[in-house]
């Protein structure tokens, strides 16, 4: 069964980036769509970006367009999310989840990470 463990969140200063990594134990990590998510205190979990099994194909939700970008290495079984002009608004925490089929709701996603804390100060 494969295992996600996220890493690179922490504590970042208004307007500054940081990339989040996710990698995969197991040898199935390429058959699988990797999706992105956060969920903020309070606040239902939030569907941030999809990449396809081959990373030909990404997908993002519309408030994160031009601000994040999703890109994997299945060679290292890694995927990675990219994030820009990050605003206190974005402190959550952080998941990446796999899923048999390309998708934006939370329900296909089979594997959760235990997630890492990103927070924003202003």
């Known amino acids: 069964q494969v295992q996600l463990v996220e890493s690179g969140g922490g504590l970042v200063q208004a307007g500054d980036s940081l990339r989040l990594s996710c990698v995969a134990s197991?040898?199935?990590?390429?058959?699988?769509?990797m999706g992105w998510f956060r969920q903020a205190p309070g606040k239902e979990r939030e569907f941030l970006g999809v990449i396809s099994f081959a990373g030909g194909s990404t997908y993002y939700a519309e408030p994160m367009e031009g601000r994040i970008t999703i890109s994997r290495d299945n060679a290292k079984n890694t995927v990675y999310l990219q994030m820009i002009n990050l605003q206190p608004e974005d402190t959550a925490v952080y998941y990446c989840?796999?899923?048999?089929?390309?998708?934006?709701?939370?329900?296909?996603?089979?594997?959760w990470g235990q997630g890492t804390q990103v927070t924003v100060s202003s």
């Open positions: 197991g040898r199935s990590f390429a058959n699988y769509a």
């Open positions: 989840a796999l899923s048999p089929v390309v998708a934006r709701s939370a329900a296909p996603y089979r594997t």
